[in-house]
């Protein structure tokens, strides 16, 4: 099975700055990867995917890596601000059907 | 912006009563999940739908949970007998097929 973990429970970055959100899979047959930002009581909020034959996507202000040869996924949210504050899970897709989540990664944006 | 829509937000039951949580998917999506997360921790898979049937399921999901789509737009979840650590926030997520996946508010379910 697919077992997905995040390397830092809580991250804290000075407004401004921009942070990185690691994420590590373990199944290499994993083909479809999520980032989610959720808020306090709120359901999990799409930010950006990335398919399998990608290495890198870009958004908004934010870029998600994948580096298969590692199994590891990455966010860059750049020039943080105080509305990015939120927990960020990874989730990761097998060809299709549900989603498995990482433990979540609490990002604190100091003004 | 298409939406998932969760009812009630907040259900409080007793220990051994029976919930109904429900749901209303994005309307051109096929696929229906639900999902728990017990307070700090992260989200678990409970079960996927499709055509009208479990497509997969988790341990989690066993004889106590029930999932109907009862007609075109509604996705319930019922869960019987329900205990203590039954306690979470449940979400419901939609998708087309590998991608576009959507969740609700979530229902916060409350056994005392």
């Known amino acids: 099975g697919e077992s997905v973990g995040l390397h830092l429970p809580t991250l804290s970055v000075q407004e401004g700055d921009n942070s990185i959100i690691n994420c590590a899979y373990s199944?290499?047959?994993?083909?479809?990867f999520i980032w989610y930002k959720q808020e306090s009581g709120k359901g999990p909020q799409f930010i950006i995917d990335?398919?399998?034959?990608?290495d890198k996507r870009q958004g908004q202000r934010v870029t998600v890596l994948l580096n298969k040869t590692v199994k590891h996924l990455s966010l860059q949210i750049a020039a943080t601000q105080p509305g990015d504050s939120a927990v960020y899970f990874c989730a990761v897709n097998n060809q299709g059907g549900k989603l498995i989540f990482g433990q979540g990664t609490e990002l604190s944006v100091k003004p | 912006e298409p939406e998932v829509t969760q009812t009630p937000s907040h259900q409080v039951t007793q220990m051994g009563q029976e919930v109904i949580l429900r749901c209303v998917p994005i309307s051109n999506h096929l696929y229906f999940y639900w999902y728990r997360q017990i307070l700090g921790q992260k989200v678990e898979f409970l079960v996927s739908f499709y055509n009208n049937e479990i497509s997969e399921k988790s341990e989690i999901f066993d004889d106590q949970f029930s999932v109907e789509r009862p007609d075109g737009s509604n996705f319930t979840l019922k869960i019987r007998s329900t205990k203590l650590e039954d306690s979470a926030m449940y979400f419901c997520?939609?998708?087309?097929?590998?991608?576009?996946?959507?969740f609700g508010s979530g229902t916060r379910l409350t056994v005392v």
């Open positions: 997520a939609s998708s087309v097929e590998g991608a576009g996946y959507t």
């Open positions: 199944n290499s047959a994993s083909d479809y």
């Open positions: 990335i398919r399998s034959n990608m």
